[in-house]
């Protein structure tokens, strides 16, 4: 998938003429009371197409937390009851592009929502954690953001768009609203949705060990013919330039975005090859994998603390850029399929 070819005139006037034909501008937060004030300050210049789905996008922006996309998220073509959903689109440390749920804003708390929830049983205490894969954007879409963001000449700092096209939530708010979560399980809940059975298609036989991964059959990265797309893109996290591989599995019912970097290879979460997305732009049936097949380059770790979502025993040198993330090489180089990938994909062991 590529950005489209016309001007940030003809996109604009694509999207007004939409508004003008009746369409319904529905942004979650302060913009409620404006909606086109949104416009005003954020008109889109670009557009994604991806299935029934247009990606209107501003030129990209950056606050101290984020490098981000204004967007607004259409059906194509316009359904009879035409609703267009602003949302924000932003780059994760993994180098993966999201979509935000909702935000929390304090003098305690400052985060973005990362979408549903998944329930952990730790030291036989029940916990609830964000899944954040559920708001990465299509794998298809990804290297088109990225050419996006390598085109802007420069990146105008920006703290105001994020409060106003975004639900704000309280302090303890980890799950996503309802927006988010209802077409997920109005998806799921059709069994013949569900990838694998929706049991994991990726999984370890034993907690901390890497060398245990084991894939459901037909699962397995096709590195063979599966190959669809390799991407370029560039990273001072992690070194500068990298390569980007989306790999079918070998039943082609799943993706995969393998990314290497001059000295780490990681993957992000597998993805269904599924059509279906939300008003949020993002898939509505899930992969399940062993979460710690994606630990990405950089995870972040806090020595002596306890916390850490690198696997225990596997904790490399900290980030010369970001001290709260530290190398996840000792773990990813011992796992069979990112040693596969570098074999026969890469032509090298390390």
Same mark, same amino acid.
């Given at each position: 998938m590529r950005p489209a070819r016309a001007s940030a005139r003809q996109i604009e006037r694509e999207l007004l003429a939409r508004l003008a034909d009746g369409a319904q501008l529905r942004p979650a937060g302060l913009a409620r009371s404006d909606p086109r004030r949104l416009l005003r300050s954020y008109p889109p210049r670009h557009r994604v197409a991806l299935f029934d789905t247009l990606y209107y996008l501003s030129d990209v922006r950056q606050n101290d937390d984020l490098r981000f996309f204004v967007g607004y998220v259409a059906r194509q073509p316009a359904p009879a009851r035409d609703e267009i959903f602003p949302r924000?689109?932003?780059?994760?440390?993994?180098?993966?592009?999201?979509?935000?749920?909702?935000?929390?804003?304090?003098?305690?708390?400052?985060?973005?929502?990362?979408g549903d929830v998944r329930t952990h049983a730790v030291d036989g205490e029940m916990l609830h954690c964000s899944a954040e894969h559920?708001?990465?954007?299509?794998?298809?879409?990804? $290297?088109?953001?990225?050419?996006?963001? !390598? =085109?802007?000449?420069?990146?105008? &700092?920006?703290? @105001?768009?994020?409060? *106003?096209? #975004?639900?704000?939530?309280?302090?303890?708010?980890?799950?996503?609203?309802?927006?988010?979560?209802?077409?997920?399980?109005?998806?799921?809940?059709?069994?013949?949705?569900?990838?694998?059975?929706?049991?994991?298609?990726?999984?370890?036989?034993?907690?901390?060990?890497?060398?245990?991964?084991?894939?459901?059959?037909?699962?397995?990265?096709?590195?063979?013919?599966?190959?669809?797309?390799?991407?370029?893109?560039?990273? $001072?996290?992690?070194?500068?330039?990298? !390569? =980007?591989?989306?790999?079918?599995? &070998?039943?082609? @019912?799943?993706?995969? *975005?393998? #990314?290497?970097?001059?000295?780490?290879?990681?993957?992000a979460p597998p993805q269904a090859t599924t059509t279906e997305l939300s008003s949020y732009g993002v898939r509505t049936v899930d992969v399940v994998v062993d979460e710690d097949l994606y630990v990405p380059g950089y995870e972040y770790h806090q020595p002596g603390s306890g916390e850490s979502q690198i696997p225990r025993g596997h904790v490399g040198d900290v980030s010369p850029h970001d001290p709260s993330r530290h190398d996840a090489s000792p773990w990813l180089d011992r796992l069979p399929v990112i040693q596969e990938f570098r074999r026969r994909v890469l032509g090298r062991k390390r």
């Open positions: 924000i689109f932003y780059n994760d440390v993994s180098l993966v592009w999201r979509v935000a749920s909702h935000f929390v804003r304090s003098e305690h708390e400052n985060w973005i929502g990362k559920t708001t990465d954007l299509p794998l298809e879409i990804q $290297t088109a953001f990225e050419t996006l963001v !390598r =085109r802007a000449p420069r990146i105008p &700092r920006d703290e @105001r768009a994020v409060p *106003l096209v #975004l639900r704000r939530g309280p302090d303890h708010r980890i799950e996503a609203y309802r927006d988010f979560t209802e077409p997920r399980r109005r998806a799921q809940a059709d069994r013949r949705n569900l990838i694998h059975g929706g049991r994991s298609v990726a999984r370890f036989t034993r907690r901390n060990d890497p060398s245990s991964l084991r894939f459901a059959k037909g699962y397995e990265p096709d590195f063979s013919r599966g190959i669809l797309e390799v991407a370029h893109a560039t990273s $001072t996290l992690y070194g500068g330039r990298l !390569r =980007r591989f989306r790999i079918l599995s &070998r039943n082609r @019912r799943i993706q995969y *975005l393998f #990314l290497a970097a001059p000295r780490q290879v990681w993957i």
